[in-house]
């Protein structure tokens, strides 16, 4: 979609300009929350770096980007009208679509006139003496606010690969997260993929439908189950959105978001034959969860967890051809779904095309990139173009990308040296009336981000006007409460698999980050039960004056 003309930044710089809110991001999360703020009356801004709305599916338009979350279920349930009138025409909407979607809720709700585009928020300072931040952005205009709304996603920030030579590289360089808005174009050209977690695994067999030759430099393979996705058929749809009111009720009472029946048995329990049964029935099914939920156990016991991961390698090994590129494409290194597994659509089929090549980079590690190509222990890869698809920087990276100032001049970055801290992944201590949405230490990233979305906007905008209706300036977490909030997602990760595998989960994916599994683990619906008997109480663990 074209960007709306009449939304800019480039409105001048004024000395005062004074808002009562400033959301940073105009993604899913940063346009709810701006819809919730005007509902309480705020004059809110949303400053948005990109060139337009849309967040996470305005950057990551690589070939293939689509949604693993079934698009019925990955949209916002705010409003009936918008479930009624939004028509999505594939079980997984890709990400052209799930744009328009974004955009069509923008018109709707009449969102856009708030929006600052090409601005990007450089810095937030808290000014304690009258309890406003002030923020600076790159365009030069300075706002003051009393509150700061972080929507600023969980997987924003590319990561640096820490490839030498890429800047030496004669041809085009492409990172996912950052395609251009213009056609790229890879007919007769010889294209490398780097990177195989689930962009990757998305781009990859889409390229390859175009390319003269691809090489795909893999360093861990993943676990990629195939997406079945569909068109939606007009009878399916009007099924589902007459079931509507009552599944939007079960999602936000859900685990994790998505409905589905609880497994109720460990996968040890079962004999190899039934449990073979339970795991073709769930890859045919075609969802991003389905082997998890097989049994109650294949996220937190290994030897539950290894049958599933030999299920996923004897069909990779059923698929793929050479049965040694089948192995080099074999998971082996971590248990299943302890990096998040990928939805793909021909992934494996894709290698057994003559002009599609695997290079195993754990045992030809690259070198550099030169201006020809990229060269690895094993020798020099001619290239016309290479697609960087290597992960980011997640949930921390796109707040500490903020020069945040909190109280006393201490800054977020000082206070994360370690790794997060907040309470209920909500606010930090000395960082009053600055709120995160799908912020590190909640369950984010573990969920269908739609509803995490909802229930945090939701919570964050209560809480101010709880504030506002008392009469009080601001909220802060009291350090206590964050300790204990620590402890507390510490403790249910350890009762998993998660935190022992090197993962973007864990900030292992990015040197000398901190290692703290990033997550909330305990499910969205006990998390909910949490953040609301917190405001039911008083909002404990918060200080409010
Ligand atoms: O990033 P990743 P992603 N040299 O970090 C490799 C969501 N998402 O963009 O594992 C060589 O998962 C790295 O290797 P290794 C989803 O939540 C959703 O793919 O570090 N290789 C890995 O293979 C997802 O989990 C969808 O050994 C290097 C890959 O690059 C998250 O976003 C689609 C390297 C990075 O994988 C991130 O996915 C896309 C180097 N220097 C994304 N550095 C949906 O389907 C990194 N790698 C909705």
């Known amino acids: 979609p074209a960007s709306d003309p009449t939304v800019s930044a480039a409105r001048p710089p004024a000395a005062d300009d004074r808002v009562d809110a400033v959301v940073v991001g105009a993604g899913l999360s940063g346009l709810y929350q701006l819809h919730r703020l005007r509902e309480l009356g705020l004059t809110t801004v949303v400053f948005e770096a990109g060139d337009d709305i849309g967040g996470t599916w305005y950057w990551n338009r690589y070939p293939g980007a689509r949604c693993d979350i079934e698009s019925m279920s990955y949209s916002y349930s705010f409003s009936p009208e918008l479930d009624q009138e939004w028509e999505w025409s594939e079980r997984y909407a890709a990400q052209p679509e799930i744009l328009r979607y974004i955009h069509h809720v923008a018109d709707r709700f009449g969102l856009r006139e708030d929006v600052a585009l090409r601005t990007r928020v450089t810095r937030a300072v808290y000014d ?17 606010a009393r509150f700061v709304i972080m929507a600023t996603g969980c997987m924003s920030v590319p990561k640096d690969p820490g490839i030498p030579g890429v800047d030496s590289f004669t041809g085009a360089v492409h990172h996912t997260a950052r395609w251009p808005r213009e056609d790229v174009s890879f007919a007769g050209k010889r294209v490398a993929v780097i990177g195989t977690g689930c962009s990757g695994v998305q781009a990859v067999p889409v390229i390859a439908g175009e390319a003269a030759s691809l090489t795909v430099f893999q360093r861990t393979p993943a676990y990629v189950l195939p997406a079945r996705n569909r068109p939606l058929r007009a009878a399916e749809r009007s099924a589902l959105k007459a079931g509507y009111p009552e599944f939007r009720r079960a999602q936000r009472r859900s685990r994790g978001g998505t409905v589905f029946a609880p497994p109720t048995r460990s996968a040890l329990e079962a004999d190899e034959t039934e449990r073979t049964a339970a795991y073709e029935a769930a890859w045919e099914e075609g969802f991003l969860n389905g082997l998890v939920r097989t049994y109650t156990d294949i996220l937190t016991d290994e030897e539950a967890n290894a049958t599933v991961a030999e299920f996923v390698r004897s069909r990779i090994r059923s698929v793929v051809t050479d049965p040694a590129t089948a192995e080099r494409l074999s998971p082996r290194t971590f248990p299943f779904a302890t990096k998040r597994p990928c939805l793909g659509t021909g992934y494996y089929e894709t290698y057994n095309l003559p002009h599609v090549a695997l ?5 030809t590690p690259i070198e550099r990139v030169t201006p020809r190509g990229i060269r690895t ?10 697609v960087l698809a290597t992960g980011f920087d997640a949930l921390t990276g796109s707040q500490l990308a903020v020069d945040i100032v909190g109280k006393g001049g201490v800054t977020l970055r000082e206070r994360w040296a370690e790794g997060p801290r907040n309470h209920l992944g909500l606010v930090s201590a000395g960082f009053p009336n600055l709120f995160t949405v799908l912020g590190p230490l909640s369950p984010s990233v573990l969920t269908n981000i739609t509803v995490s979305i909802e229930q945090q906007v939701e919570w964050i905008t209560d809480c101010i006007g709880h504030l506002l209706r008392n009469g009080l300036t601001e909220i802060d977490a009291t350090p ?9 997602v510490a403790e249910l990760a350890a009762r998993t698999l998660y935190p022992a595998v090197d993962s973007w989960y864990t900030g292992a994916n990015v040197p000398g980050k901190p290692r703290v599994f990033l997550a909330y683990a305990g499910g969205l619906d006990r998390y909910r039960e949490e953040c609301d008997t917190a405001a039911r109480d ?5 200080t409010l004056s």
């Open 128 to 144: 304690g003496a009258d309890h406003r931040w002030r923020l600076s952005t790159d365009t030069g205009r300075t706002v003051t």
């Open 359 to 363: 290079v195993d980079l754990r045992a």
């Open 377 to 386: 222990s094993d020798g020099e890869h001619d290239l016309d173009v290479i």
């Open 480 to 488: 206590s409460a964050e300790a204990d909030w620590g402890t507390h």
């Open 538 to 542: 008083g909002y404990t663990g918060f």
